[in-house]
């Protein structure tokens, strides 16, 4: 597994900030029936348990929204992942279908309620460090032009490719992706990135050919 590595200012102004970090292969496959069914009763499950004024106060989702605030950046202008697909499900909004892969990550983050980057580890650069982002040109998937100034960016040899918000065409996942590389980002501490970790590993054990698990935990 590739290094990876958090910015020493990054932790002074978001001292809960660590992610766990996952290397494997996969398979790349259509979104099954198993899986649309397993995304549908999540869609159900978040429905009755969550609502728009409940969902600020979930303890992740909460931590996740001061830590943007520290670093000087409106969490509700510029929402995390995890935040914006709750929502959308809350409103009543279904999951996309993409691909076994993006489609398990989703899960795994409506799930976590942790922000999930799911990225093809062969189109990384080196290592990797996580920084505070500056005034820079970012393109989000499907979102254009992105202002990632004062938040987490992923960062490799070439740029930054990842934010907690949202990641770059460049390591989005295709049909030739063979190996992945996934973010689990915590705002609030270690305590429960394992049990997220292994959820990581049996979501993707279960809806896709999946091998070769590598995990660190990142402080």
Known sequence: MRKVTVSKNLKEKVPGYCLAV????IKIELTSDALKEEMTNLEREVQQMLTLENLLKQPRIEAAR??????????????????????RLIKGNGLYHINNAVDIGNILSVRTQRS????????IMGDILIRIGEDEPYEGIGRGNINIKNIPVYCDKKGPFGTPTSDTPRTRITEN?????????SFNGTEGLVTDVEL???????FSVSSNFSVEIVE
């Open 200 to 206: 990581a590993k049996e979501l993707f054990s279960r």
């Open 66 to 87: 001061v830590g943007y605030r520290s670093l000087g950046k409106d969490p509700s202008r510029y929402r995390l992942a995890t935040e914006a697909l709750l929502r």
């Open 116 to 123: 999930v980057a799911v990225l093809d580890e062969d189109k």
């Open 177 to 185: 992706t063979h190996k992945i590389l996934l973010f689990i980002t």
């Open 22 to 25: 996952l290397s494997f292969d």
